[in-house]
């Protein structure tokens, strides 16, 4: 939508009155470019496209110029509003507000040693826990149940935009904009493929290169290869629209990483090394589940057994962080089980960091109500992966949010904006209600006028 709009701002503005034809591929292998050059599209078959972000761009300078200026009048001071940016400064003002206004509560975790593992109860009522540990504290235990299930964890999916500032900003502490623009640079390079992209699959006219690709890589980086046929898990046509995911480039498997920045170098990483996990196999593990009898009192063990580390192998984690229990069975006695109290309290939610904000953002849609608006807004949420991060700089510079360390925190600025404008500003049901009106205007279901007078 967006990229219509700014040929069609060119071309007018240019005076030009040529007919024009259009090139349309998520592509850039030289199969798919060739293809969409011997079968160009008229230009004028994407009209209602170019309305649609025409409207948006109107709507949007419009809506936020005019209530910036009202009610920065009304309250006698500097408040920016935007469709996009205001719900976002919401959000995190409800998150803080609901941190300040949490009451924690006290709760009991009692600790049994059965020797071979750790039981435990957790107790809410702390007079009925002390009765607990008294009645259980050196008694004898049984096992009572032992559930055994094998789990499979299948591999994750190829990096949008918004993934990879997600894992970026959780592993590496990268704020969005850092990430974009670390990617970006990647991409000028040749590293990586086009960045600003809200889709993780591959078209299937790119398996062949991908499989060279994976390849490639795993010799390179001295990896073992993974079952190249499982390709098909990250194909899915339908599932591309404008641009496929982040992916490196075939010419980045003959390049060196050494002339490269730390940053970009760690960014690189991360993306081929979604590549190769996204087709290697489902990690399974046996997951097992004990319950410890002890006078009547149950207490419950829990852990976890690597049975095959599939795609997880190219991850940095290892079956050390495990709690495995072996070695037991139904009916065993534990003897003289000596039972330690942990008080502990209910913790408030946690303060947004870019990673959780970014999930929020992109899920806007699920907090909508209405059926209609939530399918408008399901595959955007607040913003686009291009946008959000400028979206959260944005709000920063205008004094609305500040970043402490990884966590995003509001200012009294950003709750004095959310207690003086309309919930209906604040709200991302403004965003669903648009976006669902220029669905239909872009497939020819509406008219701009209708639109333009809402």
Known sequence: REGELIFRLVYQFAGCKKPFKRLWISSLEKKAIIYGFKNLKNGNDFDNLYYSASC???????????????????????????????????????????????????????????????????????????????????????????????????????????????????????????????????????????????????????????????????SKYNLNVPNINNIKKIINNKKVSDHHAIIPTKESCTMSINNLSLEEKNIYNLIYLRLIMSIGNPYTYLSTSIIVDIKGEEFIAKGNQTINLGWKEYENQTANKEKIIEDVHVGDIIHNINIQKEKKQTSPPKHFTEKTLLAKMETAGK????????????????????????????????????????????????????????????????????????????????????????
């Open 56 to 218: 948006r761009q109107k709507a949007d300078w419009l809506v936020g110029m005019n209530m910036t200026r009202l009610f920065s009048c009304l309250t006698n001071t500097k408040l920016s509003i935007g469709r996009v940016r205001t719900p976002t400064v919401k959000m995190i003002v409800d998150r803080d507000r609901e941190i300040k206004n949490f009451k924690p509560k006290d709760y009991i975790v009692l600790n049994a040693d059965c020797s071979k593992f750790i039981a435990t109860k957790k107790v809410i009522d702390l007079n009925k826990a002390e009765e607990i540990f008294n009645k259980c504290n050196h008694q004898d235990g049984i096992i009572k149940n032992i559930d055994e299930k094998e789990k499979i964890m299948n591999p994750p999916t190829l990096f949008d935009l918004t993934s990879l500032q997600q894992e970026a900003n959780g592993l590496l502490g990268y704020t969005s904009q850092q990430t974009l623009d670390i990617v970006q640079s990647l991409y000028e390079k040749k590293f990586v493929t086009y960045p600003r992209t809200d889709s993780k699959y591959i078209t299937d006219d790119m398996a062949m290169s991908t499989k060279d690709v994976i390849t490639s890589l795993a």
């Open 367 to 454: 907090i909508i109500l209405e059926e209609n608006l939530k399918n408008a807004m399901k595959d955007s949420g607040l913003g686009t992966p291009a946008t959000r991060a400028s979206i959260i700089e944005g709000i920063i510079s205008n004094g609305y949010v500040i970043r402490k360390q990884k966590q995003l925190m509001a200012t009294e600025k950003a709750e004095f904006l959310v207690d003086n404008i309309p919930e209906k500003l604040s709200s991302p049901i403004l965003t669903g209600e648009w976006e669902q009106k220029l669905s239909l205007i872009e497939k020819g279901e509406s008219e701009l006028l209708r639109f333009q007078t809402l």
